[in-house]
């Protein structure tokens, strides 16, 4: 059924020129939920006028009426945009009058990068409180650096002393010695606050630093090894955001670790593409997998997996897909366990799920070209009416 709220975002999108219905859905979401809460109402049902300012002369009066969460689980992977939200985020990260200026403009990279280049967690750390969101602007920020490391680098050695410069400037951090980088001024300032572990921010570089000394023709024996790298880079950061908050729940943590492992596989089946066509290899692929559905040859004493069967590839990637939902699953259960000011930090959840719906629509080819357009809810109205089930818990 095209519903009122499908029509508006129709009317929106076109009028700003957005690349898709789906985004504008995404900002109307957050900025209605936002203005509800202010007003003290629920967030169902409730009728009520808005205005909406994109930046100079762009803006326009809407009426919403019974949205419901199921509008903040799908967004498409794209920099757009936000200016309003954006501002607003800057500003609210560094609103101290005694903050120096040095401090204010990293601050404000932080936010720019994880904008740039993580764009489904920027949505979702709008949705933190104040000085949580801070903290993790400055985490996500890290995040961006380290990932980012190796592919922007035009050689695998100085990607790879990139990341060991990092694991240099996480110690000098901790020893309080001043590091002229925007990020890691960003991640002193948050540590000196929050008291974050160290060996969380250790044990994610150290990972991507063992994976970039792995020689490309190097294969994975099993999905838990995967598991592993997954839950060192991206569940240690939803473990240091819950730190810098101040909750501290075994249930939380446990969902977040659940949460982490499944993001972390799904962005690594989502990436196969890239890593195929950079060095002619598929380096996230356990052997094991690969072995199970005849992708596996050896060559000179070497493992490696063909690319010549899309179809099998897709079992593959099914399979592995499978262990990513097994704990967004986990988590789920979990949620109402949770304590509340912790369900912010795990609506990291919802990207996860929207990546497992869009693999699935394609029969979990990783090659369909709709994947690298953004978010599949586009192939139909769908996504206007279909509860993940992971919203109505974290949101």
Same mark, same amino acid.
């Given at each position: 059924m095209?519903s009122?709220?499908?029509?508006?975002?129709?009317a929106?999108?076109?009028?700003?020129?957005?690349?898709?219905?789906?985004?504008?859905?995404?900002?109307?979401?957050?900025?209605?939920?936002?203005?509800?809460?202010?007003?003290?109402?629920?967030a169902?049902?409730?009728?009520?006028?808005?205005?909406?300012?994109?930046?100079?002369?762009?803006?326009?009066?809407?009426?919403?009426?019974?949205?419901?969460?199921?509008?903040?689980?799908? #967004?498409?992977?794209?920099p757009?945009?936000?200016?309003?939200?954006?501002?607003?985020c800057?500003?609210?990260?560094?609103?101290?009058?005694?903050?120096?200026?040095?401090?204010?403009?990293?601050?404000s990279?932080?936010?720019?990068?994880?904008r740039?280049?993580?764009?489904?967690?920027?949505?979702?750390? +709008? #949705?933190?409180?104040?000085?949580?969101?801070?903290?993790a602007?400055?985490l996500?920020?890290?995040?961006?650096?380290t990932?980012?490391?190796?592919?922007?680098?035009?050689?695998?050695?100085?990607? %790879?002393m990139?990341?060991?410069?990092?694991?240099?400037?996480?110690?000098?951090?901790?020893?309080?010695?001043?590091?002229?980088?925007?990020?890691?001024?960003?991640?002193?300032?948050?540590?000196?606050e929050n008291?974050?572990?160290? $060996?969380?921010?250790?044990?994610?570089? #150290?990972?991507?630093?063992?994976?970039a000394?792995?020689?490309?023709?190097?294969?994975?024996?099993t999905?838990?090894?995967?598991?592993?790298?997954a839950?060192?880079?991206?569940?240690?950061?939803?473990?240091?955001?819950?730190?810098?908050?101040?909750?501290?729940?075994?249930?939380?943590?446990?969902?977040? =670790?659940?949460?982490?492992k499944?993001?972390g596989?799904?962005?690594? +089946?989502?990436?196969?593409?890239?890593?195929?066509?950079?060095?002619?290899?598929f380096s996230?692929?356990?052997?094991?997998?690969?072995?199970?559905? $005849? %992708?596996?040859?050896?060559?000179? $004493?070497?493992?490696?997996?063909?690319m010549?069967?899309?179809?099998r590839?897709?079992?593959?990637?099914?399979?592995?897909?499978?262990?990513?939902?097994?704990?967004l699953?986990?988590a789920?259960?979990?949620?109402?366990?949770?304590?509340?000011?912790?369900?912010?930090?795990l +609506?990291?959840?919802?990207?996860?799920?929207?990546?497992?719906? =869009?693999?699935?629509?394609?029969?979990?080819?990783?090659f369909?070209?709709?994947l690298?357009? $953004?978010?599949?809810?586009?192939?139909?109205?769908?996504?206007?009416e279909?509860?993940?089930?992971?919203?109505?818990?974290?949101?």
């Amino acid at each position: 059924m095209f519903s009122r709220f499908a029509l508006l975002c129709f009317a929106l999108s076109s009028l700003f020129r957005f690349d898709s219905l789906v985004p504008c859905a995404i900002l109307m979401g957050l900025v209605w939920k936002q203005e509800l809460r202010n007003r003290g109402k629920q967030a169902t049902g409730t009728p009520l006028s808005l205005s909406l300012n994109f930046g100079g002369a762009q803006s326009i009066d809407v009426s919403v009426v019974s949205l419901t969460s199921h509008f903040f689980t799908y #967004e498409i992977h794209l920099p757009l945009p936000l200016p309003l939200l954006w501002r607003n985020c800057s500003r609210d990260l560094m609103n101290g009058a005694s903050a120096s200026s040095n401090l204010r403009s990293a601050f404000s990279y932080c936010v720019q990068q994880v904008r740039s280049y993580d764009y489904h967690h920027y949505l979702c750390l +709008l #949705e933190l409180p104040p000085p949580m969101r801070k903290a993790a602007f400055a985490l996500r920020a890290f995040n961006v650096e380290t990932a980012r490391a190796m592919d922007v680098a035009s050689d695998p050695r100085i990607g %790879l002393m990139r990341l060991v410069w990092w694991q240099e400037a996480i110690d000098k951090i901790y020893a309080d010695k001043l590091i002229e980088h925007p990020a890691a001024q960003a991640l002193s300032s948050v540590i000196s606050e929050n008291k974050i572990s160290k $060996g969380w921010l250790k044990r994610s570089v #150290e990972a991507r630093i063992n994976d970039a000394r792995r020689e490309v023709t190097d294969i994975p024996e099993t999905i838990e090894e995967l598991e592993k790298y997954a839950e060192d880079t991206v569940s240690t950061i939803l473990y240091m955001t819950l730190q810098a908050g101040g909750i501290r729940s075994t249930v939380a943590d446990h969902a977040a =670790s659940h949460i982490g492992k499944a993001s972390g596989l799904l962005l690594l +089946l989502k990436s196969l593409p890239y890593h195929a066509s950079r060095n002619h290899h598929f380096s996230y692929i356990p052997a094991k997998v690969a072995s199970n559905h $005849g %992708l596996l040859v050896k060559e000179g $004493g070497q493992s490696e997996i063909r690319m010549d069967s899309r179809e099998r590839l897709c079992d593959a990637v099914f399979d592995i897909a499978s262990v990513a939902n097994i704990h967004l699953q986990k988590a789920r259960e979990l949620a109402e366990k949770v304590p509340a000011e912790a369900r912010p930090v795990l +609506l990291q959840a919802v990207p996860a799920q929207v990546l497992l719906d =869009s693999l699935s629509r394609v029969q979990f080819d990783v090659f369909d070209p709709r994947l690298s357009r $953004g978010v599949l809810g586009m192939l139909g109205w769908a996504p206007f009416e279909i509860d993940v089930g992971l919203s109505s818990h974290f949101l």
